[in-house]
């Protein structure tokens, strides 16, 4: 693991950003995989702001989100899909065709786990996956207790996590209980991996992921056995390293 410890959360968002940029540049039809949540909202600013300088194009880039709320629709104000459109895809010259998220409306959830699973196959594999981390310690939404092994699953949310997002919804009542998520084997099977984690509220979680034991109790920890992970936080996510 290496970890870069930045000032702020601006300052940590340009250093996540730049990374994804050197990714592009280097192959440029990469496959990312990306994360929705707050944390990585400054870093698709900043991957915007370098394609209108010219400086990176996603023309032949390839997406595949990690995770999808269960019941929403692409359109919903509160889905990923909607999330990812409004923060990046609609902003850059990506083909809307090469970027893929659960389908929170699949009739049968066992399918569409496996048809996501087939289609991480198909894109070759993940080429670098951004990641975020929960206060509980979870990745995608991998909540405590999740196998190591698992695959694309669909998700019960935990009573702390449907908290946790419920700030984006108009009431809690509002937020789904059940998300489609890449497994953490889907995870780990990515060449690179970017973790973002800013904020005091994360710290806890922080120092457990990169110093604690490696346990499906903290999902993140796992990260530990992976051969090429980079951490990038800020200086109060950073507080219990
Ligand atoms: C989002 C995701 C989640 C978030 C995590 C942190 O696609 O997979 O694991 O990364 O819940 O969320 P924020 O950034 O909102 O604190």
Redesign the pocket.
Known sequence: MRIYKEKNYEEASIRAAQIVADQIKFKNDSVLG????????GMYKTLVEKYKEGEITFQDVKTV???EYRGLADDDKNS?HYFMNENLFSKVDIDIANTHLPNGMANVPEEECKEYEDLLKSLGGVDLQI?????NG?????EPGTPFTETTHLVNLTDS?IK??SR?FEKIEDVPKQAY?MGIKSILDAKRILM?V??E??AEALAKVVKGPVTEDVPGSILQRHRDVIIICDEAAAAKL
């Open positions: 990306l994360a929705t949540g707050t944390t990585p909202i989100n990690l995770d990923y990641l975020g981390l929960g206060g979870h990745i995608g939404f991998n996590t946790a997002n984006l998520s973002i800013t904020g509220s994360k």
